[in-house]
């Protein structure tokens, strides 16, 4: 029993990083039709400024995170404006190709800058877990944990609670309906593409520290996220949250129970049996509301 608990205290610290992934790739395809390629190295690139922060500038550990959210923000409304604007109306193909090319260059780009030598981010937690019974847990994924909570409730209150997320919900009903009722389209296009990459590198920002730092990390990060977008159903934010604890579930119970070996084979046995019974996803709409 306190082994099993000690797998579900896991699936909750990967659960919420892998639910910030999943809800930045669902808002971008929701909103824009656009299939984010360079999401997971947007997430490298997150974990990268927080190395940098802590590392090299020696600045404050809990200011990093903040600095890699703010820092996402910009990268991504920058990819928006020069790369996928230009292409407006154009077809997915087309923007899938852009995009696929912009996830090589960065990718190259940060393999020349940094060199194929794994980082690792220093922390102010102490070495000792917290001891609760039989379960242990360190305090970089307790802080891990809250850190994803609070931004996936930031991110909640920005959808459903601010004129910026009623926008973006109106553009996900309809963009021309939305945009002939006064909505600045191309400005909720850059602010959505750029949410998205801000919860991307805010992802990376804190996995990170508790694992280590090199520029394929990002590969298999954005193919989880692609899972649970597809395991909670396009366009769901809710199910992007739910999907990406699911999928972190599987994993741990994988590897807890079969083998480590097999952590990451284990969700994705999952999203086969989701599309073969469920091709639309676990909580799959007909329409699209965040």
Do not use: C
């Not at 404006?81 to 995009?99: E, W």
């Not at 802080?143 to 997320?165: Q, R, W």
């Not at 996900?172 to 389209?185: E, I, K």
């Not at 949410?195 to 990170?208: H, V």
Request: no cysteine; charged share 10%; proline share 3%.
């Amino acid at each position: 029993m306190s082994e099993f608990l000690q797998h579900l205290i896991n699936m909750l610290v990967l659960g919420g990083t892998y639910a910030l992934l999943g809800i930045g790739l669902t808002l971008i395809f929701g909103i824009m039709n656009v299939v984010n390629f360079t999401h997971g190295v947007l997430y490298t690139f997150g974990a990268y400024i927080m190395f940098i922060v802590v590392q090299q500038l020696g600045l404050n550990f809990f200011l990093a995170l903040p600095v890699a959210v703010l820092a996402g923000w910009l990268l991504g409304a920058a990819i928006e404006l020069t790369l996928l604007r230009p292409l407006r109306g154009s077809d997915i193909d087309t923007t899938m190709l852009v995009m696929i090319g912009a996830w090589i260059a960065m990718q190259s780009g940060t393999l020349w800058i940094w060199g194929g030598v794994a980082k690792s981010v220093a922390t102010p937690f102490p070495e000792a877990p917290l001891v609760l019974g039989s379960v242990s847990v360190s305090w970089l994924r307790l802080f891990v944990l809250a850190a994803a909570a609070m931004l996936i409730l930031v991110t909640y209150l920005l959808i459903n609670k601010t004129s910026l997320g009623r926008a973006m919900r109106a553009t996900f009903q309809d963009h021309d309906t939305a945009s002939l009722m006064g909505v600045n389209v191309d400005m909720i296009y850059t602010s959505t593409f750029a949410i998205g990459s801000s919860l991307a590198a805010a992802a990376g920002a804190l996995l990170g520290p508790v694992y280590v730092i090199f520029p394929q990390m990002g590969d298999l990060a954005a193919v989880k996220a692609f899972a649970i977008v597809i395991l909670g159903g396009l366009g769901n934010i809710t199910g992007a949250v739910i999907g990406g604890f699911i999928l972190a579930l599987a994993e741990e119970l994988g590897a807890g129970y079969v083998s480590s070996g097999y952590r990451d084979a284990m969700g994705f046995l999952i999203i086969i049996a989701v599309l073969i019974f469920r091709p639309t996803g676990l909580f799959a709409r007909a329409e699209r509301v965040g």
